[in-house]
């Protein structure tokens, strides 16, 4: 039986039946770039992988792996880290699984301050240590916060949000900031998200500076497969499969002038072949195993012998803050 299929395992790897039948066979050595509870690794060993390098910037993850992963002997080995830096962990790979977003056993734990739905600390950093969720709200300034809710969090909302939390500084938890959030928006019907969730989302990814480890981490990810070699990735909101997307375009089939005025340039070639151009959702039996797989979306690439070539992360949709601005 799969780690998918395991009832004890509490942990569902989101769409990872169609990213094993997506890449088979499996084998070789993977690096899945986002361990967490360890889910995919598991996975891409019990389909065939000789090694998954796991790779995680949350120490915890390797804590509550240690029982397990001493089963693999030296099938698996976990790496502290970032996958905007993968490259240097390992090289010449046949395939890379990232995993985009929380994991569900940072939203699980109340101390984590991740989610609108427990009382916490107003935390969300993924690597423990850092810039925190509280250090945005209450040290900012409102407009800095504004930009942060609107552009991360596609929160329409932003300014009447961020005004609100200046005036209710200072902030320390996060049933606190939930509460401020939803005093500002109409109340959510049944069946729609709780009014905090684009907040809580733009401060987690500004708090990680995600949209920046996801564009340095495409590119790693072209500098460490080998020719051949496989590239997935599980993305859970438009900005991310909107980044993911254009990179696959401009990595798989040559990189066209963005401004036809300019001198012509030479084109470069194809890092990447994608055979599907249409993103990969889930199905109904995936839905109801797991509701958290909604909105995710794997996008799957095949690494060419082409050299490396860096992208400018503003070409992928990355959206782009304005500068910090304190009190």
């Known amino acids: 039986m799969s780690a998918a299929a395991d009832q004890n395992d509490p942990h569902i790897p989101v769409l990872i039946r169609p990213l094993i039948a997506a890449v088979a066979p499996v084998q070789g050595v993977w690096l899945d770039g986002t361990f967490g509870a360890g889910g995919y690794t598991r996975e891409l060993l019990a389909a065939g ?19 397990w992963t001493k089963d693999f002997d030296d099938r698996i080995e976990l790496v502290e880290g970032v996958f905007s830096r993968l490259d240097e962990y390992a090289s ?73 939390i200046v005036a209710a500084r200072p902030l320390t938890t996060t049933l606190e900031l939930a509460t401020i959030v939803a005093g500002c928006l109409p109340r959510s019907k049944p069946g729609q998200s709780h009014p905090a969730t684009r907040t809580f989302q733009a401060l987690r990814i500004a708090v990680n500076n995600e949209y920046g480890e996801l564009a340095q981490g495409l590119m790693a990810a072209e500098r460490a497969l080998k020719p051949g070699g496989q590239l997935a990735v599980v993305t859970f909101h438009s900005v991310e499969d909107r980044m993911v997307k254009r990179f696959l375009q401009a990595r798989g089939g040559g990189m066209a002038n963005a401004n036809r005025y300019a001198p012509a340039t030479e ?7 994608v055979e599907k151009r249409k993103a ?48």
């Open 49 to 67: 992988a000789d090694k998954v390098i796991g790779v995680d910037r949350d120490p915890l993850a390797f804590e509550m792996a240690a029982p």
């Open 92 to 164: 010449d790979l046949d395939g890379i699984v990232l995993d985009l977003g929380v994991s569900s056993m940072q939203l699980d734990l109340a101390e984590r301050g991740f989610s609108f739905m427990r009382e916490g600390p107003l935390d969300m950093r993924m690597s423990q240590d850092g810039l925190s969720a509280a250090d945005i709200c209450n040290d900012y300034d409102e407009e800095e916060i504004a930009s942060i809710i609107y552009l991360y969090g596609e929160e329409r909302a932003s300014r009447r949000i961020a005004k609100a």
């Open 267 to 273: 084109e470069i070639a194809a890092a990447f072949r």
């Open 280 to 327: 990969i959702g889930p199905d109904e039996r995936e839905l109801s195993e797991n509701p958290r797989s909604r909105s995710a979306k794997l996008r799957v690439a095949i690494r060419t012998d082409a050299p490396a070539v860096d992208v400018d992360p503003a070409d992928l949709g990355m959206p782009m803050k304005k500068k910090k601005g304190k009190r």
